[in-house]
C-alpha cells in the first residue's frame, strides 16, 4: 500500500473533520502551495454558498497542511470531495514545509462545472477553515485574509 502526501486547504484543515472521514492523522505537517491563490468561488449543489478552491496565481500562495494518507484515505476522501460526480479533481501539486523541504502531494480542485463567481461560504463552513488553520498555525495574517474572503466571521 503506497503513502500519499495530501495537501488541504479548506474545511479538511479541521483536525475534527479530517479524522471523522479517515481515522487517526498519522502525519500533518504545516507547509505552503506556490503558485496559487485561495477563493471561494466552487458552488455548493444546492446554491446557498461557496466552498473553498485554489486557482492558479504565480504571484500568491496557499497556506495548509500536508497529511500522509494511505490508499483507503485517499479513496474515501475522493469520495466526500465527489470526484466521480465532477464536483473537485484531484491535481498533483508541490508544497512547501516550515523546514524547506518540497513535497510531493494532491491536492482538490474544483472542476470546471463547479466553478462561479467568488463568493461567501456559509458562516460554520467558513469557521471550520479558519479553526483548523488556527489549529495548525498558519500564519495569522493569512487567516485573516481567508475570513476576510469569506465576508468575515461573526464573534
Not at 465527489?82 to 512547501?96: D, I, K
Amino acid at each position: 500500500m503506497t503513502d500519499t502526501w495530501y495537501f488541504a486547504y479548506g474545511s479538511n484543515l479541521s483536525v475534527d473533520q479530517k479524522m471523522s472521514r479517515t481515522g487517526a492523522i498519522r502525519e500533518a505537517r504545516r507547509c505552503r502551495l506556490p503558485g496559487y491563490r485561495f477563493a471561494f468561488n466552487k458552488r455548493m449543489a444546492a446554491g446557498e454558498g461557496m466552498y473553498a478552491n485554489v486557482v492558479r496565481d504565480d504571484a500568491a500562495t496557499v497556506w495548509g497542511v500536508a497529511y500522509l494518507c494511505d490508499e483507503e484515505a485517499v479513496a474515501t476522501l475522493d469520495r466526500f470531495e465527489g470526484v466521480s460526480l465532477g464536483h473537485y479533481r484531484r491535481e498533483q501539486v508541490q508544497v512547501v514545509t516550515d523546514d524547506g523541504d518540497v513535497l510531493e502531494a494532491l491536492t482538490y480542485v474544483a472542476g470546471h462545472r463547479f466553478v462561479g463567481e467568488e463568493g461567501w461560504p456559509l458562516p460554520h463552513y467558513l469557521r471550520m477553515i479558519v479553526d483548523g488553520a488556527r489549529d495548525h498555525g498558519l500564519p495569522e495574517e493569512y487567516i485573516r485574509h481567508v475570513e476576510e474572503l469569506g465576508g468575515g466571521l461573526a464573534e
